[in-house]
């Protein structure tokens, strides 16, 4: 048996929030081109947004859409830089206004990289896009090379499964093309609709931003319980040690993104951008809670399946024969009791063959104890 003498824990992570109207443009271009290229969004006014938008527009949001990853680079690349992200429009749009050739292409290069980045990471293999792969270099001295960037340009495109990206790569050398495209779409969403959607919203956030300020000091044992407590919102993601993992958390509450979330983090600081609730969402978001709870508290609320979720906190996972033999109960009893922790969502359940697996749900367990935590404040 393995022993760890010393065993490693989670850091006391410094908790901020702040609003940024930079953050929210760029994340907003994101659910925009999610709703123009068939993707569910949730949000009405993103909907009715998109429908709306000048073709113009749209054609910079097609050109721009590859490279820089629906817009998530841009995003990215702002908060990567950016120092002081709670600028007001005019010095968001000036902070792009400045950018030198040496700056676009930094930038251009930072989406190549983040573009295959994640086609290595959650994108099933392209043998044409994997051979092509061999032939260059994803390093950034390399990729200022223009023959290297071109070949790379071509393949982030053909990732992207592009059918006209001989014709479209070419528009990526033109460095200063490309910032007047970038500024184009910016001032072009923020005239069609975005500035007054940002000003009906703003009040709202700073509203709410100041009712949670006092979460910030909470202690808590992972980052996850405290984006559950702030936003309301349990990640469902394999990112969650990542987010656990930083020594630095930002949120930034940003309208329209409904009940999805987005991470990311450079070196340990991470960011968490997500859609604030308002008093009456929140407090009808906490009795939806409240009651997906109530079944977990019925679970746990007889003696024998309190027995039963012990067994399997202590194992991975077992099967019904193996917790009657552990507990002297008998197969009937262990069925009952195990349909009831499955119902309740308790309990997980893996079926290899004939055989069900049993395990513990964390997710569920951790949502019950935060409840309980919340009864103590």
């Known amino acids: ?26 994340t907003n271009i994101q659910l925009l081109d999610y709703c123009l290229n068939n993707s569910a969004v949730e949000s009405k006014w993103v909907k009715d947004f998109a429908k709306a938008l000048p073709e113009n527009l749209k054609k910079d949001l097609r050109v721009l859409r590859t490279i820089f990853a629906h817009g998530v680079i841009l995003r990215d690349y702002y908060l990567k830089h950016q120092t002081s992200i709670n600028q007001d ?11 030198s050739e040496t700056d676009v292409l930094e930038l251009v290069i930072y989406g190549i ?3 295959m980045a994640y ?7 392209d043998p044409s896009v994997d051979e092509k792969l061999q032939e260059i270099s994803l390093e950034s001295e390399q990729l200022k090379v223009l023959s290297n960037r071109e070949k790379a340009i071509s393949i982030v495109l053909e990732s992207w499964l592009v059918k006209d990206f001989e014709e479209l790569a070419p528009l990526f050398n033109d460095l200063k093309g490309i910032k007047e495209r970038i500024i184009r779409l910016l001032d072009g969403v923020w005239n069609s609709g975005f500035q007054a959607c940002w ?10 931003k100041e009712n949670q300020l006092s979460k910030l000091s909470n202690p808590y044992g992972m980052n996850e319980e405290a984006i559950f407590d702030i936003t309301g919102l349990y990640p469902d993601t394999m990112e969650k040690e990542e987010m656990n993992r ?14 999805l979330l987005s ?13 604030p609730t308002s008093t009456n969402d929140y407090a009808s978001a906490e009795k939806n809670n409240s009651a997906e709870v109530n079944l977990a508290f019925e679970g746990l609320g007889d003696s024998t399946r309190l027995q039963i ?3 399997l906190a202590k194992n991975d996972e077992m099967f019904a024969q193996q917790i009657v033999n552990e507990l002297n109960l008998k197969q009937s009893s262990v069925s009952r009791h195990l349909n009831y922790l499955h119902k309740t969502n308790l309990v997980s359940v893996r079926q290899e063959g004939n055989t069900k697996y049993y395990s513990i749900n964390q997710n569920e367990i951790k949502k019950v104890i935060y409840v309980l935590e919340n009864l103590l404040k």
């Open 246 to 259: 930083v020594h630095e958390l930002t949120f930034i509450p940003v309208p329209n993104m409904g009940r």
């Open 1 to 26: 048996m393995e022993r760890n003498l010393l065993i490693p824990t989670y850091p006391k992570t410094k908790l901020r929030m702040t609003e940024s109207v930079g953050v929210s443009v760029l």
């Open 119 to 125: 086609y290595e990471k959650y994108l099933p293999s």
């Open 89 to 99: 429009w005019d010095d968001f749009r000036e902070w792009w206004e400045t950018f």
């Open 309 to 311: 979720i012990h067994l």
């Open 113 to 115: 990289q983040e573009n």
């Open 263 to 275: 991470f990311l983090k450079f070196n340990r600081h991470g960011f968490l951008i997500f859609e």
């Open 199 to 208: 000003q009906s919203s703003k009040s709202r956030i700073v509203g709410w």
